[in-house]
C-alpha cells in the first residue's frame, strides 16, 4: 500500500542556508505523525515546502498518488493537503464565521460548506457562541482552535498542525491536544509539528525527531516517548 503521503530527501534552502537537509518519511491515511524538534530545526520549513508555499532545491513530495513537488499551493488544498499554520495567522478583523468561510474557499457546495461551519461549533463550541464576533477578539487558544477548524473546512484528506500549543496556558493546551485526539479517533489523519514532545509523542502513532534540518530519530510515539535521548533532550530530564 503506498501512504498517503510520501516525502523522499526533501532538501529546502532559503538562499543560501540549507534549512531541510535530505529527510524523507511518510503518513499512512488515519495516522497522526508528529515531528518534534527544537527552534530552528527545520519543521516550519518542511510543512511550508508539503503546502506550496516554498520550493524545494531537490526531493519528491507525492500526495494521495500524486507527484506534487512545485504545485501551486491552491492545488494542493484542493488535493486534500490543509495547513493550520505556526502564529495561526486568523483574520482578526473578519468574523469567526467569515474566517471559517475562507478555509472553503475552494468549495462550491454551499449546503456542504454550511454543514462543516456547524461542525467546527460542535467541535469548538466557544466559536459557535462568538460565531459574529471580529476574531481578533478572541484568545491564543481560541484563536487557535479558529485556526484549526478554518484548516478542516477544505475537508483535509490530511491536516498538518504546525505547532497548535504554542504560547498557550496548560489548560488550554489540553483542550487544544485533546481536540486533536478527538480528530484521530474520529479517523482524521495529522501530521503534528510540536515543540511539546511529551503531548505530541502521547498522541501519534509515529514520530520522527528533527534536528538542524536532519531527521535523526524515528520510533512509534510510545518509542519515542520513553527514549532516553529523547527524553533528556526534549523532555527536560537528565
Ligand atoms: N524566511 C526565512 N529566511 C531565512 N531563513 C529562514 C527563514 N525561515 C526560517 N529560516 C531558517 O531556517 C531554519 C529552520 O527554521 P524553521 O523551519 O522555522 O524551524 P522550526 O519550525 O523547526 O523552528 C532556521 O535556521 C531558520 O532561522
Ligand atoms: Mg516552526
Known sequence: MTALLEVDNLRVAYGKIEAVKGISFTVEA?????????????????LRT???????TTGTIRFNGHPITGTPAHHIVALGLAHSPEGRHIFPR???TE???????????????????HRAYELFPILGERAKQPA??????EQQMLAMGRALMSR???LMLDEPSMGLSPIMMRKIMDTIAELKASGTTILLVEQNAQAALSLADRGHVMEI??????GTGT?????ESVRKAYLGED
Open 136 to 141: 481578533g477578539t478572541l484568545s491564543g487558544g
Open 99 to 117: 474566517n471559517l468561510q475562507l478555509g472553503a474557499f475552494l468549495r462550491k457546495d454551499t449546503t456542504g460548506i454550511t454543514h462543516d461551519i
Open 156 to 158: 483535509p484528506k490530511l
Open 30 to 46: 488515519g495516522e497522526v505523525v508528529t515531528l518534534i524538534g527544537t527552534n530552528g530545526a527545520g519543521k516550519t520549513t518542511t
Open 213 to 218: 534540518g536532519k531527521i535523526v530519530l524515528s
Open 50 to 56: 508539503l503546502s506550496g508555499l516554498l520550493t524545494p
Open 94 to 96: 473578519l468574523t469567526i
Open 223 to 227: 518509542d519515542l516517548l520513553h527514549d
